[in-house]
């Protein structure tokens, strides 16, 4: 049995499939990673300039600009045979659940759906407060302002608009965290698909589902920090592993 007919025989033999996603999935659609943006006019930052509440309030515009700059690098993506093919996945098997640390919307467009989002949604913006509750949502596109001058301002209370997007140093959003932790109880096969595995929490969340005796399969071109607890790792890039996968199971009807 070849190691794609292995996972296939596994999430046909689980009752709760759970999907973890990192940028590795989102990398044939040409998303460059928050690190890969750091190129060019941004290289002479580092992260914590850029990604934190502190840089925020130090200078909105610096960092309202940064996104700005990402969501240019990201508008012309669309969703990968990766993204697809877990859509399908989820047609076979209903109960299956996506968790990504992505910020893109690519899970979403491909058709997956209660895709449960652990660092927000860089398209997304709220009110750098919450004053009206965590998160107040704000649309720009609904927004006059200037900009030339940084994010607009919050129209309920003034304060700057910023990206919905998880900073470093912020805790993640609670309700979707609670959704992951549950989902994580009750999975017998987690699938990680293109994470390096150094982001807490996502990082111990396949620990959490073997240790209650789940499995655990891999999709990565390289090793990571989940390669070492994976009943199955399946080598190479997720938009050619992952229809592969999918293959073997309309091959298993
Ligand atoms: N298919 C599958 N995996 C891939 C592919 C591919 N085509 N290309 C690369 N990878 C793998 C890499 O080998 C690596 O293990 O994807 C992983 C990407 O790792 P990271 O860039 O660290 O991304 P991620 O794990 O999502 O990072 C977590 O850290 O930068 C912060 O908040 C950001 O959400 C991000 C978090």
Redesign the pocket.
């Known amino acids: 049995m070849t190691a794609i007919q292995k996972a296939a025989k596994y999430l046909l033999e689980a009752s709760q499939i759970t999907v973890l996603?990192?940028?590795?999935?989102s990398?044939?659609s040409g998303i460059p990673?928050?690190?890969d943006a750091l190129d060019g006019l941004w290289s002479q930052f580092d992260?914590t300039q850029l990604a934190t509440r502190q840089a925020f309030k130090a200078d909105p515009k610096l960092v309202w600009d940064f996104y700005e700059y990402r969501r240019e690098l990201m508008r012309p993506a669309e969703p990968n045979a990766?993204h697809y093919a877990l859509a399908e996945l989820q047609e076979r098997f209903p109960t299956l659940r996506i968790i990504t640390?992505?910020?893109d919307d690519l899970h979403e467009r491909a058709g997956s759906t209660n895709v449960i989002r652990?660092?927000g949604n860089i398209a997304k913006n709220k009110c750098f407060a919450n004053c009206q509750g965590n998160p107040t949502p704000v649309d720009v596109s609904q927004l006059a302002w200037d900009k030339s001058s940084g994010p607009p301002r919050c129209p309920y209370c003034g304060q700057p608009v910023r990206p919905d997007v998880?900073w470093f140093g912020e805790t993640l959003p609670l309700d979707q965290l609670e959704q992951a932790k549950e989902l994580l109880e009750i999975s017998d096969v987690m699938l990680v698909?293109?994470?390096?595995?150094?982001?807490s929490p996502?990082a111990e969340m396949p620990e959490i589902v073997r240790s209650r005796g789940g499995v655990v399969i891999e999709?990565?071109?390289?090793s990571?920090m989940i390669t070492r607890i994976a009943e199955l790792k399946l080598d190479?890039?997720?938009?050619v592993?992952l229809p592969q996968v999918v293959t073997a199971l309309a091959n298993k009807n």
Do not use: C, M, W, Y
Request: proline residues 6%.
């Open positions: 996603t990192g940028a590795g999935v990398k044939e990673t928050f690190r992260p990766g640390q992505n910020v652990l660092h998880v698909v293109g994470t390096s595995g150094l982001v996502s999709v990565n071109p390289d990571s190479g890039a997720s938009g592993i």
